[in-house]
Structure formats: C-alpha cells, structure tokens
C-alpha cells in the first residue's frame, strides 16, 4: 500500500465510523488521536522515533480489538492500516 492509498483508506475508515451506530465518542476521539499519530508517522517531513511508531501501532492494536465483535468490517479496515504501516516500515 502506498502512502496515497494509506491516506485514502484513512479517510474511509473516518467516514465508516461517522456513519457506524454504537461507537461512542471516546473510541471516535480515540481514532482520531491514532489517525493524526499515523499522519504524522507517515509524513517524510516529520521526524519520528521508534517509540513514536510504538505507540501508533498499540493504537491500532488497541482499536482493533475494539471494533472485531460489533463493527468487523471497521476492525479489517484498521488492520488493513497497521498491515501498510508495517511495510512502510513504522
């Protein structure tokens, strides 16, 4: 996955959790802290450390296993990011 198709898939995930029923505010409040940490991540004119990838990958981990009982197609999409991080290496 490249960095555009990682941004893209990004913004289809904000848009399923805007329409998605049951996620409260806190977990769209959490996704929104993980987006822009992956934002950030991916950025070229950012400057990263590894403990900074560290904590968006527990992030993601954490939003997964959130979201695999009541909402898997959101859980495949958040995986489907944490797996293109790490090809990106992050």
Do not use: C, W, Y
């Not at 941004?7 to 409260?24: F, M, N």
């Amino acid at each position: 996955m490249t960095h555009d198709e990682l941004v893209a898939t990004l913004r289809k995930l904000h848009d399923e959790l805007a329409q998605a029923d049951g996620v409260d505010a806190s977990t769209r409040e959490a996704f929104a802290r993980v987006s822009a940490d992956i934002e950030r991540l991916t950025d070229p004119d950012q400057p990263t450390t590894d403990e900074d990838a560290a904590a968006g990958r527990e992030g993601l981990n954490g939003l997964v296993t959130e979201f695999e009982a009541e909402h898997p197609q959101i859980s495949a999409m958040i995986g489907r990011i944490a797996d293109a991080l790490a090809q990106l290496g992050i």
